[in-house]
Nanobody
């Protein structure tokens, strides 16, 4: 069984910063990717940033240069540092983990419960 717990989020003014963290726990063979997605009201869920098990990162164009994803060394914890936040960044942010439960298992997506980020003056 896999558990994903998110923390962080909240209300911030435009230009401000927030930090999200996500811990993945449970019994599995490999954690391929950790990442963050976001969903604004009436919109689809979109990728924000991902980090591969070897540290390779990927970002949505809209957040490049403002957001940084990292992984705590030797732990299944991802951190999303969000700087220079814009009103358009307001959304529910979801932690994602792509996991292989066993050596011969296909990768599967696991999701956190979501955390609200609101950017408003």
């Amino acid at each position: 069984q896999v558990h994903i717990v998110e923390s962080g989020g909240g209300l911030v003014q435009p230009g401000g910063s927030l930090r999200l963290s996500c811990e993945t726990s449970g019994s599995f063979w490999r954690l391929n990717f950790m990442g963050w997605y976001r969903q604004a009201p009436g919109k689809q869920r979109d990728l924000v940033a991902t980090i591969r098990h070897d540290g390779v990162t990927n970002y949505a164009d809209s957040v490049k240069g403002r957001f940084t994803i990292s992984r705590v060394k030797d732990k299944n914890i991802s951190v999303l540092e969000m700087n220079n936040l814009e009103i358009e960044d307001s959304a529910v942010y979801y932690c994602n983990a792509v996991i292989r439960l066993g050596l011969h298992s296909a990768p599967a997506d696991y999701w956190g419960q979501g955390t609200q980020v609101t950017v408003s003056s």
